[in-house]
């Protein structure tokens, strides 16, 4: 049964399909660049330049390198830790601003009356020092401390908040309802100087006196 099924398929490609020695070309007529007056093919073609050698490093060469910047690795830098400011134990003032005095030391954050002319992250000098102290002395102004200054830094120009002043008269129709907002700066101290050369009063002289007395 096969065998019948080959041949009969060999006979039916036999009928209907002829093998040719001779191919035929895929066009008709050979393809002409002259066809296209308006155009100029020129092609050129260069021989290709072989490509030059990459040089090794010998390792004399690189030795000498290594020498040279001494080693390949970068070096550590060495970290400095800063350090802190130091201040005698116990140190604080008291400094007027505007028509109010406050007692301030390093460190110390307070809301005061509002700084005219002062914008935030300002370094300001506070000259108005009334009395400086330690745990050991005591510098008192008359009426302030010569030469003494409080440093500080402007941290934020605010508003308090919302007071309502509300104004009512009976019988005459008459009520007003006013907000308001006082200013104010914060601000942050940095440090107290320049009362170590005024005349400073100590526990021992006031023992003297009262032994005196």
Known sequence: MATATVSTLCATFGTHCTISHNP??????????????????????????????????????????????????????????????????????????????????????????????????????????LLVGTDTSCYIGKPIVTNAVVYATVEEQGLDPKVIVFKYKKKKHYRRNIGHRQPHTRIRINSIMGYENYPKVTMDDIKSKDSES
């Open 24 to 129: 035929k070309p895929l066009f008709s007529q050979p393809f002409n660049l002259n066809r296209f007056p308006s155009h100029s093919y020129n092609f050129t073609f260069s021989p290709r330049s072989p490509l030059a050698p990459v040089p090794k490093s010998s390792e004399s060469a690189v030795a000498q390198t290594e020498t040279e910047t001494g080693s390949t690795e970068p070096e550590p830098t060495q970290i400095v830790s800063a350090k802190a400011p130091s201040w005698e134990p116990g140190l604080f003032a008291v400094v007027m601003i505007g028509s109010r005095q406050y007692i301030v030391h390093p460190g110390r954050k307070l809301v005061v009356q509002r700084l005219s002319g002062a914008n935030v992250n300002d370094k300001i000098a506070l000259h108005k020092v």
